[in-house]
Every structure is written in structure tokens, then in C-alpha cells.
């Protein structure tokens, strides 16, 4: 009864901090959001380093960098649709 209830007052429990869930969804989803932003700025960067004639800035590395940056785009993007077809699918269940 009392991890029901610390689970409704949304309390973390035992077994979520135990199993190492993480306590709020929503920060979660936006940490990973951020990442794909700071992945993209990276890619970014490193390809205007790049054009610019930066010789640190190796084409290998740069391309590799656009691709990790569009998968995990491309990745987020999915997750996102998966999310709101699952939120519609839950709001057309009938009561």
C-alpha cells in the first residue's frame, strides 16, 4: 500500500532508484534531446572549421561527425513519433 501510494504522490521507491530508472521521464527525454542539439553543434562546427581551412579539422572526422549527428537526428525524430502514436492510441481507448 505504501509504495502505491509513494508512487501516486510521485515519489521515487525503492526498486525505480534500485533498478536505476531515472525518477522524471521528462527530464530525461530532454537531456537526450540536448545531446542531439550538442551533437548537431558539434558537426556544425567542426564542418565551418573545416570550409574554413582549419587544419586540425580531418574530412574523415568531419563526415563521420555529420553522419553521428543525422542518425541520432533521425533516431530522436523516430522515438518522437513512436511516442505520439502511442499517447493517441492510449487517448482512443475507450473508458
Not at 525505480?16 to 527525454?29: L, T
Not at 525524430?77 to 513512436?82: F, G, L, M
Amino acid at each position: 500500500m505504501r509504495a502505491l501510494q509513494a508512487r501516486a504522490s510521485g515519489a521515487p521507491t525503492e526498486s525505480a532508484q534500485a533498478v536505476g530508472e531515472p525518477s522524471d521521464f521528462a527530464n530525461m527525454i530532454k537531456g537526450q534531446i540536448d545531446g542531439v542539439a550538442h551533437m548537431q553543434n558539434n558537426a556544425t562546427a567542426l564542418a565551418n572549421a573545416y570550409e574554413a581551412g582549419d587544419k586540425s579539422a580531418d574530412l574523415t572526422k568531419v563526415m563521420l561527425e555529420v553522419q553521428k549527428a543525422g542518425l541520432a537526428f533521425h533516431a530522436m525524430t523516430e522515438v518522437r513519433n513512436k511516442l505520439i502514436d502511442a499517447y493517441t492510441q492510449v487517448m482512443n481507448m475507450p473508458v
